[in-house]
């Protein structure tokens, strides 16, 4: 079928309603499964109050799905300032008038419902600038759902901030399969050759894109993320006592807030570790991958071990990389959409699974877990791609390149499965731990492994 074809427009439709109904479910049970009052408070300078990015998510959808690709009126111009995230920064919010979270979610509610008249007539075959390059192949649509899942996830985040009783369920993770002993602690990436990014997936966004050549030495990563306990030993052996692990700025933080294990765990007076996650207060299991560390927290132990953090490359490489092929697969796994058996995403468990889980999502070269679980900080600042163009706005990616973020790939449990992809690209300050992020360690090959 060639584009624009009615099996084509009927696939796309299908597409998009799926991620965005997906999307909202996740934004609305996040809401509802607290109170008015949960709603308004800010539990965190650090985060927005809930209330504040259920409108955010409608106020996006009404200007890019409605305004710029639909065509329509405004329905509620007078509050797109107040949701504009680069005029308020999160700390301000709650000062803000922000709609009642009863108005917030009528507002959800109305675009949705008109999104829903444009998705309907919509022929996804618009080619040139404007709304027409924004709706060929669902791209805008695409773009919304991803989104409002980012939020979705960062109403997780302020979930996990936040104090009193539990308010969220999930079923438990997988266990540890019966091979994890027996996994190699690192699996070899041969030297040569890949294709890093996207110019094929209709949905990337603008800093996946272009597709572009990057040749490798060969190096060893590790074959599943760091552990609860691999990080324990690490700190055991006085790894936030020594600064000769640490960046420099890394360990002024360490001394600055008190650092002495990764954000939410706790020691007990018999000198065991115990960590609160969504308002359940439980053991350290030391067989999870270690999550809540910042950049600084990872490179310390990856020098620690003996090793450091993979570049940004790397990373990619390990995960899509077909040796037997050349080719550059969309998912560690190939090409199939994840599923339970692929990996941990779409907040299913509310945590990771056990290190070595899921071998079904094992990439061509034998590393686990790269999608999924926890993102995975990586060595490399965030930077554009050789012939990257922003779009549809500059806000969304470029005004973050530079030293000041670092990348972030892979996702974790608490993203969508529209989000994850193994040329999907994160990014935050290297001090953040409030986010859903670990890591796993790579070395160069020695001489004589050469």
Request: charged share 25%; aromatic share 10%.
């Amino acid at each position: 079928m060639t584009a624009g074809s009615t099996y084509d427009a009927a696939r796309l439709r299908a597409r998009a309603l799926e991620a965005l109904t997906s999307a909202r479910d996740r934004t609305l049970g996040l809401a509802d499964c607290v109170a008015d009052g949960e709603l308004t408070a800010q539990h965190s300078p650090l985060m927005s109050p809930l209330v504040w990015d259920m409108a955010h998510i409608a106020n996006q959808e009404e200007q890019w799905l409605l305004r710029a690709a639909g065509g329509q009126a405004a329905i509620r111009p007078e509050v797109d300032t107040l949701y504009d995230a680069f005029e308020h920064p999160r700390a301000e919010r709650p000062s803000l008038p922000l709609l009642p979270p009863d108005e917030a979610r009528g507002y959800l509610a109305q675009v949705r419902g008109r999104v829903l008249g444009v998705l309907e007539r919509t022929r996804f075959t618009g080619s040139g600038p404007g709304a027409g390059r924004l709706l060929r192949d669902g791209f805008a649509f695409g773009m919304i759902a991803q989104h409002e899942q980012q939020h979705a996830e960062t109403m997780l985040i302020t979930h996990q901030l936040r104090r009193g009783p539990a308010a969220l369920t999930a079923s438990p993770p997988p266990p540890a399969p019966a091979d994890v002993a027996a996994l190699p602690a690192e699996v070899l990436v041969p030297a040569g050759p890949f294709t890093m990014g996207t110019d094929d997936d209709p949905w990337a966004l603008d800093n996946e894109r272009p597709a572009h050549r990057r040749e490798l030495p060969a190096f060893l990563i590790d074959t599943v993320p760091v552990s609860n306990g691999a990080y324990l030993r690490f700190i055991e052996d006085g790894g936030y006592r020594r600064p000769h692990w640490w960046h420099p700025e890394g360990w002024e933080q360490v001394n600055r807030h008190g650092w002495r294990a990764p954000l939410f765990w706790h020691r007990d007076g018999a000198g065991g570790w115990w960590r609160r996650r969504f308002g359940v207060r439980e053991p350290v299991p030391e067989n999870e991958p270690v999550c809540h560390v910042s950049w600084y927290e990872a490179d310390a132990y990856a020098r620690w071990a003996g090793r450091r953090l993979p570049s940004e490359a790397e990373w990619e490489k390990a995960a899509r990389l077909d040796p037997a092929t050349g080719r550059s697969r969309r998912f560690p796994w190939g090409e199939q959409e994840p599923g339970p058996h692929h990996a941990n995403v779409g907040q299913r468990h509310l945590g990771p699974a056990p290190v070595g889980a899921f071998p079904a999502g094992a990439s061509a070269v034998g590393a686990r877990q790269l999608l999924g679980d926890v993102w995975e900080w990586t060595a490399s600042d965030f930077l554009p791609y050789p012939g990257f163009r922003a779009f549809p706005y500059r806000e969304y990616s470029e005004v973050f390149f530079g030293s000041a973020h670092k990348v972030l790939r892979g996702g974790g449990f608490g993203v969508g499965t529209v989000v994850a992809r193994a040329t999907f690209r994160n990014w935050d300050y290297p001090v953040r731990r409030q986010i859903f992020s670990g890591f796993r360690t790579a070395r160069s090959l020695r001489r004589e492994e050469t």
